[in-house]
């Protein structure tokens, strides 16, 4: 049988359960990563961090990516359970590993299991370190494999428990006394995943109360179609803060790398909005100055609050690939996406929704603030902003005519605001007169097409996106 053509993504590879997700090609990934390293100048002797989530299998696979790494003779740190993304990315710099390999697909569906790697710095490799991995990725006969328990043996693969130096770097990035002592009522979100148990253990033992719901694991993710924190994953979520009068509610995906906020009324706060309050939390309440990053599929607000507060602002590509780079590049402050997935100064380029989720409480104990008051304050300086997006399957033998047709369109008007330019840096991002935007764009990791909005007018949300639509030329 031909071996399959594994291709890497926005953020590593990605695939279907027992269809092309195998252990064959999760350990020929692990060949092409080794190979790679062993190329890499610094990267000898070194070892690699190996963890997982909770998906169907995630464990196994990992063991699977951790034999392969020890037949290379390369040291493996295998995390002792399912452990946050941001947590392992950690692990590789208090470690002083090479990098890292995480078995994950994150917010994808049930049926779907991933392959992240990792550098030096616990971030994304950029494009151009994963074209190299992906080139080097080998066929079955050629992956090396050494059994488990005799890389064990051999010292080769050391079990560890990475929660503890983790747990210590936070106290150097918040103080979380001052919320413990605050009396919140909080709903944590697991869905399931990778969050659970990590609030509760962070804030559990003071006047705050914590209440997790999806907490322990279960891989067809129940009461969501998949762990990704929009609406209406966050149903449940939200229907919990309204019927206990939670203060706030924070939603981690899968893997916890990303957040959902919900606010004290039980409404969801988007991923824009998040972004914008985390930046405003950091400048005014912290006073931290440094620059922006963020992609082109997030907000503009952004832009606005770098020049009030006289910050600059990076744009990247959609994906970590980008913003972990730069954000090293130009030591930023903060850098995130769309997908509410952010990264803080002081800490690995790497998005944390732990750690976003504590700054979002230290936000309203520092303040004495609802969320809800937050968001007025944020809107009373840069003006209020609203976002939506739309996610379509699409036939993948029709992305070139797509293409093609968004590009000839050349539309005056998207909702009937005036069209002030065409961004194809990644994806096709239309400039709208108020300062908004449309953008169409391929997903990097699934067979969808995903359209974004964000205006400053509330009433054409929906004609914007309507219009996007039509721009596709999508039969129904």
């Known amino acids: 049988m031909q071996d399959t053509i594994i291709r890497f993504g926005t953020d590593g590879w990605r695939g279907?359960?027992?269809?092309?997700?195998?252990f064959t090609n999760v350990r020929r990934c692990a060949q092409g990563f080794a190979n790679y390293l062993l190329e890499q100048q610094g990267a000898s002797g070194r070892s690699i961090v190996v963890g997982y989530d909770k998906r169907f299998g995630s464990e196994r696979f990992a063991a699977a990516a951790a034999e392969v790494l020890a037949a290379n003779n390369i040291p493996v740190l295998?995390?002792?359970?399912?452990?946050?993304?941001?947590?392992?990315?950690?692990?590789?710099?208090?470690?002083?590993?090479?990098?890292?390999?995480?078995?994950?697909?994150?917010?994808?569906?049930?049926?779907?299991?991933?392959?992240?790697?990792?550098?030096?710095?616990?971030?994304?490799?950029?494009?151009?370190?994963?074209?190299q991995i992906e080139a080097r990725i080998p066929p079955s006969e050629a992956v090396k494999r050494l059994d488990l328990e005799e890389a064990q043996r051999r010292g080769l693969v050391r079990l560890f428990d990475p929660a503890p130096a983790y747990l210590e770097h936070l106290k150097d990035l918040i103080d979380v006394e001052p919320i413990k002592r605050a009396g919140l009522t909080v709903v944590v979100d697991a869905m399931w995943g990778n969050g659970a148990g990590w609030f509760p253990r962070l804030l559990g033992d003071g006047a705050t109360r914590i209440i997790e719901i999806h907490n322990h694991r279960n891989p067809i993710f129940p009461e969501m179609t998949r762990p990704e924190p929009i609406?209406?994953?966050?149903?449940?979520?939200?229907?919990?803060?309204?019927?206990?009068?939670?203060?706030?509610?924070?939603?981690?995906?899968?893997?916890?790398?990303?957040?959902?906020?919900?606010?004290?009324?039980?409404?969801?706060?988007?991923?824009?909005?998040?972004?914008?309050?985390l930046v405003l939390y950091l400048l005014e309440v912290r006073g931290e100055r440094g620059p922006i990053v963020k992609t082109l599929s997030t907000t503009s607000m952004l832009n606005k609050l770098g020049q009030l507060y006289h910050v600059p602002v990076y744009e990247t590509g959609v994906g970590f690939k980008y913003v972990a780079p730069k954000m090293l590049e130009t030591n930023a402050m903060i850098g995130g996406e769309e997908s509410g997935g952010y990264a803080f100064r002081h800490h690995v380029p790497e998005r944390d929704g732990i750690l976003a989720g504590l700054f979002m409480l230290?936000?309203?104990?520092?303040?004495?603030?609802?969320?809800?008051?937050l968001i007025a304050d944020?809107?009373?300086?840069?003006?209020?902003?609203?976002?939506?997006?739309?996610?379509?399957?699409?036939?993948?033998?029709?992305?070139?005519?797509?293409?093609?047709?968004?590009?000839?369109?050349?539309?005056?008007?998207?909702?009937?605001?005036?069209?002030?330019?065409?961004?194809?840096?990644?994806?096709?991002?239309?400039?709208?007169?108020?300062?908004?935007?449309?953008?169409?764009r391929f997903s990097g990791t699934e067979p969808i097409l995903r359209v974004y909005t964000e205006t400053t007018h509330q009433d054409l949300v929906q004609p914007i996106l309507d219009d996007g639509v039509k721009l596709l030329g999508l039969s129904d």
Do not use: C
């Open 378 to 440: 944020l809107f009373s300086k840069v003006g209020a902003h609203y976002y939506e997006r739309v996610d379509l399957h699409f036939p993948m033998e029709q992305r070139e005519a797509i293409q093609q047709r968004i590009l000839t369109a050349n539309p005056e008007r998207i909702g009937g605001l005036r069209v002030t330019g065409l961004n194809t840096t990644d994806g096709y991002k239309f400039g709208l007169e108020d300062g908004g935007w449309l953008l169409i």
């Open 16 to 22: 279907t359960i027992a269809e092309d997700y195998t």
């Open 231 to 277: 609406p209406p994953n966050v149903n449940a979520a939200l229907a919990k803060v309204r019927e206990v009068g939670a203060d706030i509610a924070i939603i981690t995906d899968g893997d916890a790398d990303r957040i959902g906020v919900g606010d004290e009324n039980g409404g969801f706060i988007d991923q824009l909005r998040v972004y914008a309050l």
């Open 362 to 373: 230290d936000f309203l104990v520092r303040t004495g603030r609802k969320p809800t008051e």
């Open 78 to 131: 295998l995390t002792e359970g399912a452990t946050p993304t941001p947590v392992i990315s950690y692990a590789v710099v208090a470690n002083g590993a090479a990098g890292a390999i995480n078995i994950t697909a994150s917010h994808n569906p049930g049926s779907d299991n991933g392959f992240k790697v990792r550098n030096q710095y616990g971030g994304a490799i950029d494009p151009a370190g994963l074209k």
